[in-house]
């Protein structure tokens, strides 16, 4: 059995006060939660969350990482450094890292392996452009993605969250019908069959990512292969996001 995963990625977005209003709100709403519950505030405002979801089943995440762990990269920050401030866990491959910042496979490869090395678990982000969709290359780029596993063992896959988000998708208001996430996640779960075999298959967590809302949330969540969801809009409010966690809890208990 999966266990549920709904993660927010706050992307560049809530200043300290509103950060430490919605982790408050979160902790006090998750002191348990029959579903996992991670939010990825950025990177100057980890400390400060991570004192405020002490205690409670809310877990902390950051956004991105660097796969040195200390040195002369200036602006970066390292693996052991998110650990030190708390996080268990760590986006990476985000579509817009990927865009906008030019990250390639082969560097999100050392990424992912740098975050299990200093402990932290790692979500792997991966997902088509529409074009590429349109033009029938969907599966092609995903396969090509997962290649941002490349140095990661099968015992470490117990580490790796798989979060299928097709860029078109993010941040647009359009998401995927239930059949286009389905479709795409039993596609990835046949990758992790071929790269590391049944077992690891059947237990890794592939989430879904891309404009979930409250109202769509269930419906997704409680696809076979759908584990999850990596939220950004909805994940800057307390409401939205707990409505999305609600979802997962319902869901959970339909798969059980
Ligand atoms: C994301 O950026 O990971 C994301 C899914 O954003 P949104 O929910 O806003 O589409």
Request: glycine share 10%; net charge neutral.
């Amino acid at each position: 059995m999966r266990r549920i995963l709904v993660a927010g990625n706050w992307k560049m977005n809530l200043l300290a006060d509103a950060g430490t209003s919605l982790s408050q709100a979160l902790a006090a709403k998750y002191p348990i939660a029959a579903v996992e519950v991670l939010i990825c505030p950025a990177f100057p405002y980890l400390s400060g969350v991570a004192a405020t979801i002490r205690g409670s089943a809310v877990q902390l995440g950051a956004q991105n990482l660097y796969f040195s762990p200390q040195g002369a990269f200036t602006g970066e920050v390292s693996g052991d450094m998110l650990k030190d401030v708390g996080c268990g866990w760590v986006l990476v491959g985000h579509s817009e890292r990927r865009q906008f910042f030019g990250e390639q496979d082969e560097l999100l490869a050392k990424k992912v392996a740098a975050g299990l090395q200093h402990g932290l678990k790692v979500v792997l982000c991966v997902g088509e452009l529409l074009t590429e969709r349109q033009s029938g290359q969907m599966e092609a780029v995903l396969k090509k993605q997962m290649a941002g596993l490349a140095l990661v063992s099968a015992e470490q896959m117990a580490n790796v969250v798989i979060a299928y988000e097709p860029v078109w998708a993010i941040g647009t208001g359009v998401t995927a019908s239930t059949e286009q996430a389905q479709q795409a996640h039993a596609f990835l779960r046949g990758q992790l069959t071929s790269r590391y075999g049944d077992a690891v298959s059947a237990t890794t967590r592939i989430l879904y990512g891309g404009s979930v809302k409250a109202d769509n949330a269930l419906e997704l969540l409680s696809q076979p292969d759908v584990d999850g969801a990596l939220v950004g809009g909805a994940s800057l409010k307390a409401d939205s996001f707990i409505a999305i966690v609600e979802a997962g809890i319902q869901a959970m208990s339909h798969k059980r």
